[in-house]
């Protein structure tokens, strides 16, 4: 099945720790994309990579890092320096062309602090 | 700072009538208009797409787009319990692939 796989679909963080989040898609997507939903708010973009090797901070970057490695996999690590990560996390990708801008999602990381 | 606006709700509609969710958007150079159901507590997904004025139909639903001012609206005919969730619209620029999202619009299709 093509998609896009996030994990781990709940995670902790204590105090002081760095957590990755996972996301791989297998649509051959270009870009990808992070996004942060609180409760209630709409989505707020992270990060996001329209190729391989290349990433640009989206609004909220601060106290989060991305690597872009392989075209598949697009990685999120949320660093201690956030000091607020209890959030819902969305991986998105998108094409090229015309439908370039349509962006389908994972089913999310629901990110908790112990 | 782009902005999209919703109104968050609830709306409430009676089953089978029509929805009427409206979005309106700040930047005049946006090309492309998305809306996104999302349930709670899951991702969000795809609804519509339109990238031009007028009406654009599929099933039940149908976006309209009024470039001039600034608004895109879905319509939700027939509306049934499983369509109570949150709608996202988000808009997109054209100049990038990023999207901007409005914070949403819940819905609630009441018996």
């Known amino acids: 099945d093509g998609g896009i796989t996030q994990s781990p679909k709940y995670l902790f963080r204590k105090e002081g720790q760095n957590v990755t989040l996972s996301c791989e898609q297998n649509?051959?997507?270009?870009?990808m994309y992070w996004y942060r939903q609180d409760p209630g708010q709409g989505l707020r973009l992270i990060y996001y990579?329209?190729?391989?090797?290349?990433?640009q901070k989206g609004d909220i970057a601060e106290g989060y890092s991305v690597s872009r490695e392989k075209k598949e996999s697009f990685p999120l690590t949320v660093t201690s320096a956030q000091k607020n990560p209890t959030a819902f996390y969305l991986c998105a990708s998108s094409a090229r062309g015309r439908a370039k801008n349509i962006q389908y999602f994972g089913a999310g990381t629901r990110l908790s602090v112990l | 700072q782009k902005e999209v606006e919703q109104n968050s709700g609830p709306l409430s509609v009676p089953e089978g009538a029509i929805a009427s969710l409206n979005c309106t958007y700040s930047?005049?150079?946006?090309?492309?208009f998305f809306w996104y159901r999302q349930y709670s507590g899951k991702s969000p997904e795809l609804i519509m797409s339109?990238?031009?004025?007028g009406d654009k139909e599929d099933g039940r639903f149908t976006a309209q787009l009024n470039k001039a001012s600034q608004y895109v609206s879905l319509l939700i005919r027939d509306s049934q319990p499983s369509d109570s969730a949150t709608y996202l619209c988000?808009?997109?620029?054209?100049?990038?692939?990023?999207?901007?999202f409005g914070t949403g619009t819940r819905l609630q299709v009441t018996l």
């Open positions: 339109i990238y031009s004025n």
């Open positions: 988000a808009v997109n620029d054209g100049t990038a692939s990023k999207l901007t």
């Open positions: 930047d005049r150079g946006s090309q492309s």
């Open positions: 649509l051959n997507h270009d870009a």
């Open positions: 990579s329209q190729i391989v090797n290349d990433f």
